[in-house]
């Protein structure tokens, strides 16, 4: 069992491009979260999914991100148009069902130049 | 509005030193608190979680507190090695399902030989 398997570790991208982050439950994880960490700061709940479903999205910004978690394939963070206030380590953790057993990816780190 | 606060900041002691790292949390409604250790680059690693009814859960040099009236929890490190510097994370898990975490800042631990 690889884990969560999270890719890239590192993305750089320029004011105005997308940034697209991949994550891989482990095997027999439906639940998938994604986290943001800033620098000094502690990791922030952005959303919530399940396969093909969205379950909370509350701590989504409301412009630039979305989130999917298609039937087949890793969940995809996706970040539009990329200002240098996204820079951050966007971590992922999923679960086999609600809340238990969370386990985290190793992270991508975006840096926005 | 749902905190959670952690003490101190940051922490040197000497390899083979104990230590206590200090968690207060004001989240409503309680599921569960957990602690973390997230080393530098990776994401954070579950070390202990603790429902309302549990005081204490150890594992190995780890130990957890909890005082569930107080609303603080501790995490006692017995003979450090210099494998324990990472930064550690308290967590409060909020609602009866637990799906949203939310995340301290973290103590940053150094231990030095």
Redesign the interface.
């Known amino acids: 069992n690889a884990g969560?398997m999270?890719n890239p570790r590192h993305l750089v991208r320029r004011r105005g491009q997308e940034a697209r982050l991949r994550c891989s439950p482990m095997k027999g994880h439906s639940h998938v979260?994604w986290?943001r960490q800033l620098p000094?700061?502690?990791?922030?709940?952005m959303v919530?999914l399940q396969k093909e479903n969205i379950?909370?999205e509350s701590g989504m910004p409301k412009e630039r991100f979305s989130a999917e978690f298609p039937k087949e394939g890793p969940s995809i963070l996706r970040i539009q148009q990329v200002v240098r206030g996204d820079s951050a380590a966007y971590?992922c953790?999923s679960s086999p069902w609600?809340?238990?057993g969370?386990?985290?990816?190793?992270?991508t780190r975006l840096t926005v130049v | 509005k749902n905190q959670v606060e952690q003490s101190p900041q940051s922490l040197i002691i000497l390899e083979g030193k104990n230590c206590t790292l200090q968690c207060n949390y004001t989240v409503s409604p309680f599921s569960n608190l957990r602690w973390y250790k997230q080393d530098t680059g990776r994401g954070p690693v579950s070390l202990t979680i603790m429902t309302f009814s549990e005081n204490t859960k150890s594992n190995g040099r780890y130990t957890a507190t909890l005082d569930a009236d107080t609303k603080q929890s501790s995490l006692h490190i017995t003979a450090s090695q210099l494998s324990d510097s990472a930064s550690y994370i308290c967590v409060v898990s909020v609602g009866q399902a637990g799906t949203a975490l939310i995340f301290g800042k973290g103590t940053t631990l150094s231990v030095s030989s």
Do not use: H, N, P
């Not at chain 1, 000094?40 to 709940?45: A, P, Q, R, V």
């Not at chain 1, 969370?102 to 992270?107: I, K, L, P, V």
């Open positions: 969560v999270q979260y986290y000094e700061e502690g990791l922030k709940f919530y379950i909370d971590f953790a609600t809340g238990e969370y386990t985290f990816g190793s992270g």
